[in-house]
């Protein structure tokens, strides 16, 4: 096998692992076409136009045994996602044969492919820039249609053009200054120079408050807004999980980075993901009614951004509901009450004296399938309130971005408190310099070598 080189011919298998319909071996660069014409017999991959899908046969070229049988698309540069040669091995998709496909490659002039590599190709060849090559990793993993729109607005470079303004705004101003500081001989340079930066620095740093503010709802896009159900035993929430994950729309995954093991359960509501916590606490109250109490819930609730508390509406308020209550009173909550279909038994009034003073009550029933849908859109405008209808078309979601995006305000900050405390202009240009440069790193237009290493590598293989 060949070690590394800047652009030598990769390989991988380019679909998720396990069993499926159809398994791509993709390989990029300068030998990709003669690499899979070597164990191809068919056309002379050769020989044929560019962009064509061309059907025949893998064969071992060592033993002459038949492998798979495959359709080979051939992508001749520039016009393909890495701008080099690309091929595309579809074959069936057994593990096996895959695998095999793959080895046989690697035996004929390829290398493996590191994680992210074919993107980072096309980053490297300047077909998409680095927000856009993040955007592609957010796709792979977004959780829901929502999420899924996000990233792709990141894709078509929305957020890139955003901060490629602002830079652009901030070289202008360097400029001008630059220039003032080369003719001081006028009487009111010293103060225009000052006025100029102070102007673009409040509007520049006002842009980045803006875009920082859509942070917030970007994590939650992501990562899955924790959501704790609790109550105390039988009041419903194993029943109101079980509806959750039930609607079809659960989504279960491994947590990246995490024992194989660990298995968090999203679901998604009206395109909220919901990130379910200590679904495990709620599942064993069913064998273990009295041993849970408020002690799980309270680990639960901590971990929670979201709480969904539930109360037996047939039966008078307990102590237990009381503490809970108090518990969760700092937390964006939901207060259910469950079992609605039953005679009422707790007093409204007396729940209420326990809220906030806007806070609303939900009256559901699980059971009869009754008031989930209210539940639903609280979830969704509680969540997306201003931003569902407004057309927010940039919005942050990338923690890299966040913190680049902070470390630029402050030295906006830097800008503003130099230019009060009267600091030469060329120190405040060194701050406004750095500002320019924190933004450049978000597309990738002031980049490190190990900054690309790590973040490529977070990509799954094959991409
Ligand atoms: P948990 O202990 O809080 O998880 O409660 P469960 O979900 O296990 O429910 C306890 C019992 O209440 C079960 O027999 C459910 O079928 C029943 N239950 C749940 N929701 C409702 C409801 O809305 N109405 C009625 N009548 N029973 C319900
Ligand atoms: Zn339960």
């Not at 095999?100 to 820039?129: C, M, W, Y």
């Not at 894709?155 to 070289?171: A, C, F, T, V």
């Not at 109490?293 to 929670?304: D, F």
């Not at 009060?420 to 070598?449: F, R």
Request: hydrophobic letters at 40%; proline letters at 2%; charged letters at 25%.
């Amino acid at each position: 096998m060949k070690t590394a080189t800047e652009f030598d011919t990769i390989a991988a298998i380019s679909t998720p692992p396990g069993e499926g319909a159809i398994s791509i071996v993709r390989l990029s660069g300068e030998e990709a076409v003669q690499c899979a014409q070597k164990i191809f017999a068919g056309q002379n991959l050769q020989l044929v136009s560019s962009h064509t899908i061309n059907y025949g046969h893998i064969v071992d070229p060592e033993s002459r045994q038949e492998v798979d049988e495959v359709m080979v698309s051939v992508m001749r540069a520039p016009k393909t996602f890495t701008r080099e040669d690309v091929v595309e091995i579809n074959c069936h998709g057994g593990i096996v044969a895959t695998n095999r496909i793959l080895q046989l490659v690697l035996s004929n002039g390829a290398r493996l492919a590191e994680p992210g590599e074919f993107t980072k190709r096309a980053f490297l060849h300047g077909r998409i820039d680095l927000s856009q090559a993040e955007a592609v990793m957010d796709l792979i993993r977004a959780k829901t249609d929502r999420s899924m729109k996000v990233a792709l607005n990141q894709l078509d470079g929305n957020l890139s053009h955003l901060i490629k303004n602002l830079r652009q705004d901030i070289l202008g101003v360097l400029a001008q200054v630059e220039v003032n500081i080369d003719y001081p001989e006028y009487d009111d340079v010293e103060e225009m120079t000052t006025r100029l930066l102070k102007e673009k620095a409040l509007e520049v740093r006002q842009r980045i408050k803006q875009l920082l503010s859509t942070a917030k709802q970007g994590k939650v896009l992501r990562e899955g807004l924790a959501t704790a159900i609790v109550g105390r035993p039988n009041v419903g929430k194993s029943s109101l999980l079980n509806h959750l994950l039930h609607e079809d729309k659960a989504i279960v995954t491994d947590v990246a980075g995490t024992t194989r093991d660990v298995i968090e359960e999203y679901v998604n509501v009206r395109g909220v993901p919901l990130k379910l916590v200590d679904t495990a606490g709620i599942r064993e109250t069913v064998d273990k009614v009295e041993k849970i109490g408020v002690a799980r819930s309270k680990h639960a609730i901590e971990q929670a951004d979201l709480v969904m508390l539930v109360l037996n509406g047939s039966e008078p308020l307990t102590n237990e509901d009381r503490q809970l209550l108090k518990l969760t009173a700092t937390k964006k909550r939901i207060v259910l009450l469950n079992k609605m279909d039953l005679t009422r038994g707790i007093e409204v009034a007396q729940l209420k004296e326990l809220l906030q003073p806007d806070e609303e009550i939900l009256t559901t029933s699980v059971l009869k399938n009754q008031g989930l849908e209210q539940l639903e859109a609280r979830i969704a405008e509680l969540f997306f309130g201003g931003i569902e209808n407004s057309q927010t078309t940039v919005m942050v979601t990338n923690a890299r971005h966040i913190a680049l995006l902070n470390q630029a305000e402050k030295a906006l900050t830097s800008v503003l408190q130099g230019i009060s405390a009267k600091m030469p202009v060329d120190l405040i240009q060194i701050d406004m310099t750095n500002c320019w440069d924190l933004l450049g790193e978000i597309t990738g237009d002031s980049y490190q070598d190990e900054l690309l290493n790590q973040l490529f590598s977070q990509f799954c293989l094959g991409k």
